[in-house]
């Protein structure tokens, strides 16, 4: 099992914790990992995505050359990253601010993560980790539609290691672990 994860969006959004979150799930299920930021010189505005490799396997490379999962957060991310996915990636799309008109190759789940985060959740900061619970589903529920996947032995990424991570992640800022975890939920309960 191998997932290349994006996660893209303005500076400000989350973007490399959402990353880190990610990297340090795979840590708590045993699984290898890799996370390369990349930010541009003005953070928050700015543009920046992180690159997450999950593996069963040892990884070569930081880099995805062929990513099979995105966390889009705003529509430049969507339209700079779309044509570099394989061709059953998993994408999650901002629907709070991603128009829904456009045809794209690979059928993003359209999520309204920051409308969640801020009527649901109530902090507009947690729109990330709702994002991340999302992509946790969404890569469950593909695992589950494919015939070969579904008796393997790699299971991939699970929310309980999710949860698990943020408490590690947000250890220094302990008041915000419980409005995470309750992001994640949220996230991961929006995809039926």
Not at 32 to 42: K, L, N, R, V
Not at 66 to 76: K, M, R, S, V, Y
Request: with cysteine; hydrophobic share 45%; net charge negative.
């Amino acid at each position: 099992m191998q997932n290349e994860i994006i996660i893209a969006g303005f500076g400000g959004q989350g973007v490399l914790l959402a990353g880190t979150l990610i990297a340090q799930a795979a840590v708590e299920q045993g699984l290898h990992t890799t996370w390369f930021p990349s930010y541009g010189a003005e953070m928050r505005g700015g543009t920046a995505n992180s690159t997450v490799v999950v593996s069963s396997d040892e990884i070569g490379s930081p880099l995805a050359f062929n990513p099979n999962a995105l966390i889009a957060l705003n529509e430049p991310s969507l339209n700079k990253f779309m044509s570099r996915l394989a061709g059953d990636a998993v994408i999650i799309a901002n629907s709070s601010i991603i128009p829904q008109n456009t045809e794209y190759k690979v059928k993003p789940y359209f999520i309204p993560v920051t409308d969640i985060a801020d009527k649901e959740i109530k902090n507009l900061k947690a729109a990330n980790t709702v994002a991340v619970g999302t992509l946790i589903k969404a890569l469950e529920v593909q695992r589950l539609n494919i015939p070969e996947r579904q008796n393997a032995d790699e299971k991939g990424l699970i929310l309980e290691s999710v949860l698990s991570a943020c408490e590690k992640i947000f250890s220094s800022k302990p008041q915000l672990i419980e409005v995470n975890k309750k992001a994640i939920q949220a996230g991961y309960d929006f995809i039926k």
